[in-house]
Structure formats: structure tokens, C-alpha cells
């Protein structure tokens, strides 16, 4: 994965989050994102957003930094409302 323009360490997407052996390799923090979007924008998320990362992050193996999840959980909440 490369940087992103914004890189350094804000960046959710650096690279520098740890992908866990035997997880699905197409989860990328990318397409949970954009599937938590899609998600908030049809009503299927009642719950925090930073929290529902959270989970399916956990779930596809990648670990980020908790300050990461809540940038991004703050993007996508500012995204899926306008």
C-alpha cells in the first residue's frame, strides 16, 4: 500500500497498520470504510461510528491506532451526512 497525499501520522492508510495473518485479503481499512458509509447512508448503523470501525477492522484482522479509527470514523460521519 502506498502513502496517501495527506500521509504522515493522521493518515489512516499509511501502510503502517498490521494486516493479521489468515485474514481476508480484501478487506482493506479502504473498503470497510466505504462499507460503513454505505451502510450509515441506507440506516443500517445506530451505533458509534468509531466503534462499529472498531469491530469490522477487528474482524478482518487489521489493527489501527484508536485515533486513527476516530479521524476516519469522524470523516465518514461527515461524508455520509452531506
Known amino acids: ?3 496517501s497525499e495527506d500521509g504522515g501520522a493522521n493518515d489512516p492508510f499509511d501502510g503502517n497498520d498490521e494486516l493479521v ?3 481476508d485479503p480484501d478487506a482493506t481499512p479502504e473498503a470497510i470504510a466505504e462499507d460503513v458509509r454505505h451502510d ?3 440506516g443500517h448503523v445506530q451505533d ?3 466503534h462499529v470501525l472498531e469491530e469490522r477492522f477487528e474482524e478482518a ?3 489501527a491506532r484508536p485515533e486513527e479509527v476516530d ?3 469522524e470523516e ?3 461524508e455520509a451526512s452531506s
Open 76 to 78: 465518514i460521519e461527515r
Open 61 to 63: 484482522g487489521i489493527k
Open 40 to 42: 450509515i447512508q441506507l
Open 21 to 23: 495473518a489468515g485474514t
Open 1 to 3: 500500500m502506498t502513502d
Open 48 to 50: 458509534d461510528v468509531s
Open 71 to 73: 479521524d476516519l470514523a
